[in-house]
């Protein structure tokens, strides 16, 4: 499985982004998808997760009602919406994948099995 995550860039704090990850390699519809980040000098945080269907998300509490996952499985690729962007979320996004049986799983936390490369996001004050 290949991911190749997209769409980051600088914005001002308050503004928005949209962050793209497509995936190629295996049927994308199989697997449940997350977002993760890393800042300078801190760990990879788990940002969110969306279940193959769709249906359940997860997010990390610092993002909930400013981010928001969503994945096309016509189009193998998952996305992140960003509003209301603070400073504080500026690092490094990396989008993976991992296999799943159940349709309504989602995994919170590390322990995915492929990653992508990552996409720089600075929000500047």
């Known amino acids: 499985v290949q991911l190749q995550a997209f769409g980051g860039g600088l914005v001002q704090a308050g503004g928005a982004l949209r962050l793209s990850c497509a995936v190629s390699?295996?049927?994308?519809?199989?697997?449940?998808m997350g977002w993760f980040r890393q800042a300078p000098g801190k760990e990879r945080e788990f940002v969110a997760a969306?279940?193959?269907?769709?249906?359940?998300?997860r997010y990390v509490d610092s993002v909930k009602g400013r981010f928001t996952i969503s994945r096309d499985n016509a189009k193998n690729t998952v996305y992140l919406q960003m509003n209301s962007l603070s400073p504080e979320d500026t690092a490094v996004y990396y989008c993976a994948a991992e296999r799943s049986s159940t349709e309504y799983y989602v995994k919170v936390g590390g322990g995915y099995d492929y990653w992508g490369q990552g996409t720089q996001v600075t929000v500047s004050s």
């Open positions: 969306i279940s193959r269907n769709g249906v359940i998300t």
């Open positions: 390699g295996r049927t994308f519809s199989n697997y449940v």
